[in-house]
């Protein structure tokens, strides 16, 4: 399942970061802590419409535009096959491989296999 809040945390990240400006100058810009803005960046907290018209107005931005990304974005991870699946750790039969596969935004996701080193066993006489 795809989370808003994230999808929009995304879309401010890219912008203030495409401008080279820094949490704290968009914080100071539309009114709201540099806290709060970092979390609604991360998609931890959803903002408010007047919260996001604020941040949209500091980064020089419609709120339409905004919302507007946000939904191509939304309707291209919808129909990407398997892009919206939850967290997901695997092993192999034998127990050697784990695979973690982390969803860090709707569209990127990082896989991280490891395996576990085999042990050779050894008989004391």
Known sequence: MVLLRRVIGDALRARRQGQHRTLREVSTAANVSLGYLS????????????????ICDALGARLSELLSEVSNTLALAENMEG????????????????????????????????????????YAA
Do not use: C, F, M, Y
Not at 41 to 49: L, V
Not at 94 to 122: C, E, F, M
């Open 39 to 54: 979390e609604i960046e991360r998609g931890q907290k959803e903002a408010s419409s007047e919260l996001l018209a604020a």
């Open 83 to 122: 892009v919206l699946v939850p967290i997901e750790e695997k092993a192999s039969a034998d127990g050697d491989v784990s695979v973690k596969v982390r969803h860090d935004s709707p569209l990127k996701a990082t896989l991280h296999a490891t395996r576990k080193p085999k042990r050779d066993i050894v």
